[in-house]
């Protein structure tokens, strides 16, 4: 480590240290980083030290935390486009990696007072839920609940969407055209139980998104909640000054 005569913090020259290895590629996507005890022993720092350097990397998303395994150097992101209107499926293929799904439940459930007026149905009526943990090259990315609402709705509780779209099955077997939908973002924290199935330590940062989308005659058929691993996605946006507000 530099001298400590270096007016920086000591853990501030810690974290440019392993900011240079990871921009040097010595540290490679997905390599695990050496432990507190031992950036300790290495740079002649306290473990404290250490922790801090490497929490705030954890923070800004170079670094991501296993629960249990170590910290390890991020992959690339993934991005989604806020742009075309996509599903998981199609954004994971797009990047060239493998989407999967695993179903954590599904069944019909009555509309509460909430979803009733995002889905603009009347309290009570029947819903179709949702709920997946969706992975990319195996590795849990974001957990959907998802909230349908159309005739015939129940017989999604048939289809197997473990190994298929929602979007697909959607416009492929139900004939229903999706047009346009509106997504809300937020910036979190996960809570115990969506860390324990992102593989994450509980507090990890997140995004969390609200969608609802709509089919051709302007009706919502869609709203989901859902909660993305912080350091694995990126949402993108492109922005025109001149455009035109629809
Ligand atoms: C997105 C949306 C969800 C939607 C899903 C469909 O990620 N946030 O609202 O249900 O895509 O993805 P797929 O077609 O892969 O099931």
């Given at each position: 480590m530099q001298s400590r005569k270096s007016p920086l913090p000591r853990y501030y020259q810690l974290k440019e240290i392993m900011r240079e290895k990871v921009t040097s590629g010595d540290w490679k996507p997905g390599d695990l980083i050496p432990s507190e005890r031992e950036l300790g022993e290495q740079y002649g720092i306290s473990r404290m030290t250490a922790r801090q350097a490497l929490t705030e990397l954890v923070n800004e998303g170079l670094f991501y935390r296993e629960q249990g395994k170590g910290t390890f150097v991020s992959r690339n992101k993934i991005t989604q486009q806020l742009i075309r209107l996509t599903g998981f499926t199609e954004d994971i293929s797009a990047r060239g990696q493998a989407p999967a799904t695993r179903v954590l439940s599904m069944h019909m459930i009555p509309a509460t007072e909430d979803l009733a007026e995002r889905l603009r149905l009347h309290v009570g009526q029947p819903i179709f839920r949702l709920q997946r943990l969706r992975l990319a090259d195996n590795e849990p990315l974001a957990i959907e609940r998802s909230h349908l609402s159309f005739?015939?709705?129940?017989?999604?509780?048939?289809?197997?969407l473990e190994t298929q779209s929602l979007y697909r099955i959607l416009e492929s077997?139900?004939?229903?055209q999706l047009i346009q939908a509106e997504q809300e973002l937020e910036a979190g924290l996960t809570n115990e139980e969506d860390a324990k199935l992102l593989n994450l330590p509980m507090g990890s940062p997140a995004l969390y998104t609200r969608r609802t989308t709509y089919t051709n005659r302007d009706l919502p058929i869609e709203y989901a909640r859902s909660v993305y691993c912080g350091h694995k996605y990126t949402f993108y946006t492109h922005m025109l000054r001149n455009q035109l507000v629809p």
């Amino acid at each position: 480590m530099q001298s400590r005569k270096s007016p920086l913090p000591r853990y501030y020259q810690l974290k440019e240290i392993m900011r240079e290895k990871v921009t040097s590629g010595d540290w490679k996507p997905g390599d695990l980083i050496p432990s507190e005890r031992e950036l300790g022993e290495q740079y002649g720092i306290s473990r404290m030290t250490a922790r801090q350097a490497l929490t705030e990397l954890v923070n800004e998303g170079l670094f991501y935390r296993e629960q249990g395994k170590g910290t390890f150097v991020s992959r690339n992101k993934i991005t989604q486009q806020l742009i075309r209107l996509t599903g998981f499926t199609e954004d994971i293929s797009a990047r060239g990696q493998a989407p999967a799904t695993r179903v954590l439940s599904m069944h019909m459930i009555p509309a509460t007072e909430d979803l009733a007026e995002r889905l603009r149905l009347h309290v009570g009526q029947p819903i179709f839920r949702l709920q997946r943990l969706r992975l990319a090259d195996n590795e849990p990315l974001a957990i959907e609940r998802s909230h349908l609402s159309f005739i015939g709705c129940e017989r999604l509780l048939d289809e197997d969407l473990e190994t298929q779209s929602l979007y697909r099955i959607l416009e492929s077997r139900y004939g229903i055209q999706l047009i346009q939908a509106e997504q809300e973002l937020e910036a979190g924290l996960t809570n115990e139980e969506d860390a324990k199935l992102l593989n994450l330590p509980m507090g990890s940062p997140a995004l969390y998104t609200r969608r609802t989308t709509y089919t051709n005659r302007d009706l919502p058929i869609e709203y989901a909640r859902s909660v993305y691993c912080g350091h694995k996605y990126t949402f993108y946006t492109h922005m025109l000054r001149n455009q035109l507000v629809p």
